[in-house]
């Protein structure tokens, strides 16, 4: 090696990477002392840095020491008020804590949560919060290989990455059909998103399904929609009902409560009487629900008290504190006035 520097100047992290034959990544990581590196290969690393003069910028190092204060949080979506209520909740928790947030969404890709993990992994972040309990085999081994304290919430496992603060989402389909099977309901169709587009939602649905099921009833349609879950969904998703119906429904389960405000509006419009003719059922008890005249009947999910418990967890983890590993959060039922009484 000859260790000399590129004239003109104090010594850059290129000199180092060309001098011990390595990618600047490898310097970066030997300097920051993160994992990705033999000790011999940082030892060496190292000894050439000190050997041509080459000393970290300070930006860099204050950057990197901020990160231990950092917590990055990975959601489907910021459309849906779902994930900022969540977050309303866990705010307060990380601020009081000394912690910063950084926001990424994966619009349910999970190719793209994948980059997303292997950035935050790079950043080395207090803590990651991730959307769900259904990940890539890959991220999870990385998640769990980096040692960083990793939370999982809106859904439930009992086998966690790390930590888990959720609801039982096939519990809530089941739930809800025990519930309209007690009021007579036979034939339920149901309106949602693509297939795995959204996992807790085809887990909901195959509560409610095996519920019908279990006592002799099938869905009578199960609509796949492109579309996004909003009100035009809704409306879209009752007429491809009507379409594709293999007997006369009489209810409709819909993925959330906007779809179902939509559901709810077509069906007025066709002159179907809601709730005497056809029953309307949502999911999350969103706001929207506290102006309707009519109010869908739903499962209320504590979102905010998801958000804030789920963060004392993290917190929890983070400083080393004994904690739960696991929460699971009770869902309310709300009877509303889109079913019969």
Not at 8 to 19: H, L, M, N, T
Not at 172 to 192: C, F, H, R, S, T
Not at 274 to 300: C, D, H, Q, W, Y
Request: glycine fraction near 10%; charge should be neutral.
């Amino acid at each position: 090696m000859s260790h000399q520097k590129q004239s003109g100047g104090r010594a850059k992290i290129e000199d180092v990477a060309r001098e011990a034959g390595v990618s600047i990544m490898s310097v970066s990581r030997a300097m920051r002392g993160v994992e990705g590196l033999s000790v011999e290969k940082r030892t060496e690393i190292l000894k050439v840095a000190k050997q041509i003069g080459y000393e970290p910028s300070s930006v860099a190092g204050s950057l990197a020491a901020a990160n231990s204060t950092l917590i990055g949080i990975s959601v489907p979506t910021l459309e849906d008020a779902v994930f900022g209520e969540i977050f309303d909740g866990m705010r307060p928790v990380f601020n009081n804590a000394g912690f910063q947030t950084v926001f990424d969404t994966t619009e349910y890709q999970l190719k793209r949560e994948e980059r997303w993990i292997d950035r935050m992994i790079s950043w080395r972040p207090a803590g990651i919060v991730l959307s769900g309990v259904d990940h890539s085999k890959t991220a999870r081994r990385k998640l769990i290989n980096s040692g960083i304290p990793t939370l999982e919430i809106w859904d439930y496992s009992d086998d966690p990455i790390d930590l888990c603060v959720g609801v039982d989402h096939y519990l809530i389909g089941k739930m809800m059909a025990e519930y309209l099977l007690d009021l007579g309901y036979q034939n339920p169709a149901y309106v949602g998103v693509e297939y795995q587009r959204d996992q807790r939602a085809d887990k909901r649905l195959d509560g409610f399904r095996d519920a019908f099921e279990n006592a002799g009833f099938k869905l009578a349609a199960n609509v796949r929609l492109e579309e996004a879950v909003s009100f035009e969904a809704g409306k879209q998703g009752v007429v491809r009902v009507f379409e594709t119906a293999i007997a006369v429904p009489d209810l409709v389960y819909f993925l959330n409560d906007h779809m179902a405000v939509g559901g709810l509006l077509e069906c007025e419009r066709r002159g179907i009487g809601v709730p005497n003719e056809m029953g309307i059922v949502g999911f999350n008890g969103l706001n929207i629900n506290k102006v309707l005249a009519k109010s869908i009947t739903t499962s209320i999910t504590p979102r905010t008290l998801m958000g804030s418990k789920a963060a004392a967890l993290l917190v929890a983890r983070i400083l080393n504190v004994a904690t739960e590993k696991c929460i699971s959060l009770p869902v309310e039922l709300y009877p509303g006035q889109t079913v019969r009484s």
